[in-house]
């Protein structure tokens, strides 16, 4: 798939350690987020196994450089959960959440999924409910309540 600023692929090998620092710099554009990550430095993590098993995929920019990434793991028997969805700061708005959300979901029914879930902050909300998802509850994690929403595809 390609887009104005580049094309989504596959993850690489070796790339988690730019995804990570992509993904710190992301997060902390919300002010929520920045004492979470202080505290719990480890939050931060894209485990060369999801890259190994092609789980994660980026958006590029020139030079094939990642300016975002999605991370789809499947939770259930037709349930995939969307654990991680980061875009540069200089990127927020730009389309490029959308084109790797959207890339999600085609990946989520093409694995036979029904459903996607996630769990997010505060101020991602209108961004998944814009793309059709329905908030559900608010949920307890490691880092404080949380929203946990869902897609049925």
Request: aromatic share 6%; with cysteine; proline share 6%.
């Amino acid at each position: 798939m390609s887009t104005a600023v580049g094309r989504v692929r596959e993850a690489r090998p070796g790339e988690a350690s730019v995804l990570e620092a992509l993904q710190r710099r992301s997060a902390a554009v919300w002010e929520e987020d920045r004492a979470v990550l202080e505290a719990h430095p480890d939050a931060i993590s894209v485990p060369a196994r999801a890259i190994a098993e092609r789980r994660v995929r980026v958006v590029t920019a020139d030079a094939d450089r990642p300016v975002g990434f999605a991370t789809l793991l499947p939770v259930a028997e037709g349930e995939c959960e969307l654990d991680a969805l980061f875009v540069e700061p200089e990127h927020i708005g730009s389309g490029l959440g959308r084109v790797l959300l959207l890339d999600a979901v085609e990946r989520a029914r093409a694995a036979g999924a029904s459903s996607v879930f996630v769990v997010s902050g505060p101020g991602a909300l209108g961004f998944y409910e814009r793309h059709g998802f329905v908030l559900l509850d608010s949920v307890p994690t490691r880092f404080g309540p949380a929203l946990q929403l869902h897609l049925r595809l």
